[in-house]
Nanobody, 121 residues
């Protein structure tokens, strides 16, 4: 089995910064794309940023210029640095990863449990 565990959420003031981490563990052969999603109360979950195994990144328009996604392949960990936080960034942030457990298997999609980020004014 594979587990994704996020950390780094919390209460931040407007204009502040935080860094989220998500570590994958378990039976892992390789990890393809990793990403961060968020879901605010009453809203649908949305993709915040993603990064491929080769390091190519993609960002949602609301966070472009304020967010940086990165990964450490040796640690099976993905990070999300968020700066200039706004109240509308308040949400539960979850990480997502496409994981191959063995060389012969297809990649399966896994989710973390989520971490709350609250931006207060």
């Amino acid at each position: 089995q594979v587990q994704l565990v996020e950390s780094g959420g919390g209460l931040v003031q407007v204009g502040g910064s935080l860094r989220l981490s998500c570590a994958a563990s378990g039976s892992i052969f390789s990890i393809n794309t990793m990403g961060w999603y968020r879901q605010a109360p009453g809203k649908q979950r949305e993709l915040v940023a993603s990064i491929t195994s080769g390091g190519s990144t993609s960002y949602a328009d609301p966070v472009k210029g304020r967010a940086t996604i990165s990964r450490d392949n040796a640690k099976n960990t993905v990070y999300l640095q968020m700066n200039s936080l706004k109240p509308e960034d308040t949400a539960v942030y979850s990480c997502n990863a496409d994981v191959r457990r063995t060389r012969s298997e297809w990649a399966y999609n896994y989710w973390g449990q989520g971490t709350q980020v609250t931006v207060s004014s």
